[in-house]
């Protein structure tokens, strides 16, 4: 069996950015872009007044001097003159500092009389004045390309003078739910039925991780239904399945798609939960195979979905992030699959995450994975932990998951 580090290796080596395309400016959050942000303009423009007051030469702003006001500059409104020995021009926050000035005078530190503006404190040469291209200078990059975009960097892009962002296209998911079994939520249930929650969470997932789910019609145990349903997911750049990846007679995946195309890349893993997970192509399309166990569906999702639609979105060799903790409660050997076990977090005294794995663990409980906050991994082979050891989780919530 594969280990996960080398399932995870080949699934993302097969991956490619999928294309731009151009959105407009307010579209952009979330979205990575495909081309790098550099400024079209300096900001700011000139010297501008970080306050309201006067600009003045700081020579003769001393305190106890008398300035004569010789003009406004309103924000938007440069003053056109120059300033000559004992004047000022009134001047607000953001507009240009007119020609001769050197510091702005407070307005608070400044009394407006009929013969001119008496000065109250010194003013030194500089204050206030924020120079051009504080921020930035025309033509320096602001943004990589392969950066999401958080609502900060659209705030810069558009002061930037960015009206359209190129950002790549969001990756198409399609997700294939099998089994005799399943039924959607609120449909009618036949005996034995269970309710399909795979590729709602799923679909979840794929927009967490910035693609676009698109959740196919639930495919019976018989290989025509399959092939059929696999059919539509052509034009996707990912088709996952869930379900029909193990051993059992009725789990069909890999059978039903052989004939449609399907090219094995590899078949089970050391991992739990997630031993028969699936990796080929049908066609051109990727396809990525998750167990039918609902935990098992959405930990593999975890692992493998969301760093291969990291990649194909423009994010290549992002992985969901590894933080570390103490043990919570001590925790046996491990035997040759690597866990990635449920797990509650909370803070100890000294501010460090304490992770305890729920004690029952089974695949099919997803109300403890709907209340853990991280999972906890623990290598093939690890040896008995006790409470307090040193562990490697990935926090749920970091994932948007
Ligand atoms: N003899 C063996 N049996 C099993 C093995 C094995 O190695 N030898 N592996 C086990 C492991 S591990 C897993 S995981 C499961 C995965 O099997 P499949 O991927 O073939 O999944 P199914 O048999 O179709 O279903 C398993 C389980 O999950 C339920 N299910 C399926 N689809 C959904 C859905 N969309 N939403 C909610 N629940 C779903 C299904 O009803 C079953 O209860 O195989 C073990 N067996
Ligand atoms: O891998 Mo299965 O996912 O142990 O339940």
Not at 3 to 16: C, P
Not at 172 to 192: N, W
Request: hydrophobic share 50%.
């Amino acid at each position: 069996m594969l280990s996960v580090a080398e399932a995870r290796e080949r699934i993302l080596g097969g991956l490619q950015p999928v294309g731009a395309e151009t959105v407009s400016l307010p579209e952009g959050w979330g979205r990575v872009l495909a081309a790098p942000v550099a400024a079209r303009l300096t900001q700011p423009p000139a010297d501008v007044s970080a306050m309201d007051g006067y600009a003045v030469r700081a020579a003769d702003a001393v305190k106890g001097a008398r300035l004569v006001v010789i003009g406004a500059a309103p924000a938007g409104h440069p003053f056109g003159g120059e300033l000559g020995p004992n004047q000022a021009v009134r001047i607000f926050t953001g507009a240009a500092v007119p020609t001769g000035a050197d510091g702005i005078l407070l307005q608070e530190d400044a009394e407006s009389g009929a013969d001119g503006v008496l000065v109250q404190e010194d003013v030194h040469p500089g204050r206030w004045i924020r120079r051009a291209g504080l921020d930035f200078h025309v033509g320096e990059a602001l943004l990589p390309a392969g950066r999401r975009l958080t609502a900060r960097d659209i705030g810069l892009a558009a002061a930037a003078n960015h009206p359209w962002l190129s950002v790549h296209r969001q990756p198409r998911v399609a997700i294939l739910a099998t089994g005799d079994e399943i039924s959607l939520p609120g449909d009618p249930m036949g005996a034995g039925g269970i309710v399909s929650s795979n590729a709602h969470a799923l679909a979840a997932l794929v927009r967490a991780a910035g693609g676009v789910p698109i959740v196919l019609p639930i495919a019976r145990d018989d290989a025509e239904a399959i092939a059929a349903a696999a059919q539509s997911a052509r034009g996707c750049d990912l088709l996952v399945t869930t379900g029909g990846a193990s051993v059992g007679e009725h789990d069909l995946v890999q059978s039903a798609l052989g004939p449609a195309g399907f090219a094995l890349d590899f078949w089970k893993i050391a991992m739990r939960p997630g031993k028969p997970l699936i990796w080929g192509r049908l066609g051109t399309t990727p396809l990525l195979g998750l167990p039918g166990n609902p935990v098992s569906s959405l930990v593999c999702g975890v692992v493998f979905l969301w760093p291969a639609i990291a990649a194909l979105g423009g994010r290549p060799g992002l992985l969901p992030p590894l933080r570390t903790a103490r043990l919570g409660a001590a925790l046996a050997a491990n035997d040759q699959r690597a866990d990635f076990l449920r797990a509650t977090l909370k803070r100890d005294a000294q501010g460090q995450w304490v992770a305890t794995a729920f004690p029952a663990q089974d695949s099919s409980m997803l109300k403890t994975m709907a209340r853990a906050d991280a999972l906890l991994l623990r290598a093939p082979h690890a040896p008995e932990a006790p409470a307090g050891s040193s562990v490697e989780i990935l926090v749920l919530d970091e994932l948007g998951l």
